[in-house]
């Protein structure tokens, strides 16, 4: 149907093209009936609705719920305290998933660095060449530089694959050990919680309860005292700086990101300290154990063993040098 605007006919927009059978159908309340109340979450900004709702959606999402059952199966096996059967689960998911990929990770950083001469005299071969190619051809600045950059990465990439070392594939840890981290954080909430997705739920909580030691004997409880908070705190630092320690000339952005990391140490201390102690107990014991990989990594003997191939800047007297450049970084500065 067409109607006149302005002297021209022009057809309806569809979007106002709304029939009454396209609209949602309310009830109608008779005289004598009730109307239905909204729920909670019906009347919540829709925000929070859906925070929420993404929130308890991963805590209860599969990978979460085999967590649980991991947790639940050691518990059962070994019959320790669960401040035992949580330390247990920790030390072996991190020694026979997070350290072989962390040793990959480290493989593969040899051999780009390695490929770093290399890729330095083609950068000055190929620099010439342009600069011989632009004379030529009359090419502007910006014509040079595009067609320098256009195939030195071409080059760079032909290198990574024929020694199969593309950087992306360092990058494989930490896509698998965030993951985990978050499905045991996650596990082990619903436990302490009573919402595990278990017929145990709540006897689980109960001997969470007392399966705690020393001063937190209470493991469904934050840690009043802040000692596990401060401590997972001070642990992250010390893995982020001795990271920092090791690298040389590094570029402004792994500054920021360096800085980042160091903010996100210090804020995990108050969040820490919400949390039930089952929870920083885990992370405290992933940090430790993320500690411990960090310096045997650095072991000569220990990357020989993974044939971790040796590069220019290996060192050794690994952990003489980071202590040298720790003391003079923090203890003798002046």
């Avoid at 040899?110 to 330095?120: D, F, M, R, S, T």
């Avoid at 399966?211 to 908070?229: Q, V």
């Avoid at 220019?312 to 450049?325: G, L, V």
Wanted: with cysteine; charged share 15%.
């Amino acid at each position: 149907m067409l109607c006149r605007v302005g002297g021209r006919w022009l057809r309806p927009l569809p979007a106002l093209q709304l029939r009454a059978r396209d609209l949602p159908l309310a009830p109608v309340p008779t005289s004598g009936a009730k109307r239905p109340t909204l729920s909670v979450w019906a009347v919540a900004p829709v925000s929070a609705v859906h925070a929420n709702g993404w929130y308890e959606a991963l805590a209860a999402s599969s990978p979460v719920r085999v967590a649980e059952e991991v947790l639940l199966g050691v518990q059962a096996t070994t019959g320790l305290p669960w401040w035992g059967s949580i330390l247990l689960s920790t030390v072996a998911l991190r020694g026979a998933v997070t350290l072989p990929l962390a040793a990959y990770q480290h493989y593969i950083l040899a051999k780009v660095e390695n490929l770093q001469p290399e890729i330095k005299a083609i950068a000055r071969h190929l620099n010439q060449e342009v600069v011989v190619r632009a004379n030529q051809l009359g090419w502007s600045e910006r014509v040079a530089r595009l067609t320098y950059l256009k195939n030195m990465k071409r080059l760079i990439s032909e290198l990574y694959v024929r020694d199969n070392c593309h950087p992306f594939k360092a990058t494989v840890l930490v896509w698998i050990q965030l993951p985990m981290w978050i499905f045991m954080s996650f596990a082990l909430r619903n436990l302490s919680t009573g919402a595990a997705h278990s017929e145990a739920g709540f006897s689980v909580r109960e001997q969470l309860a007392t399966g705690g030691i020393l001063w937190f004997p209470d493991l469904t409880a934050p840690d009043s005292t802040w000692i596990l908070p401060i401590s997972v705190g001070v642990i992250n630092l010390l893995i982020v700086e001795i990271s920092a320690l090791q690298k040389i000339g590094i570029s402004r952005l792994q500054t920021y990101v360096t800085y980042f990391v160091r903010a996100m140490s210090v804020l995990m201390i108050p969040v820490a300290a919400t949390v039930p102690s089952s929870i920083v107990l885990y992370w405290l014991c992933s940090s430790f154990m993320g500690l411990s990989q960090n310096l045997l990594l650095r072991s000569p003997g220990f990357r020989q063993l993974c044939r971790i191939p040796s590069t220019k800047s290996d060192s050794e007297t690994p952990y003489k040098d980071i202590f040298a450049a720790f003391n003079t970084k923090f203890i003798s500065r002046k």
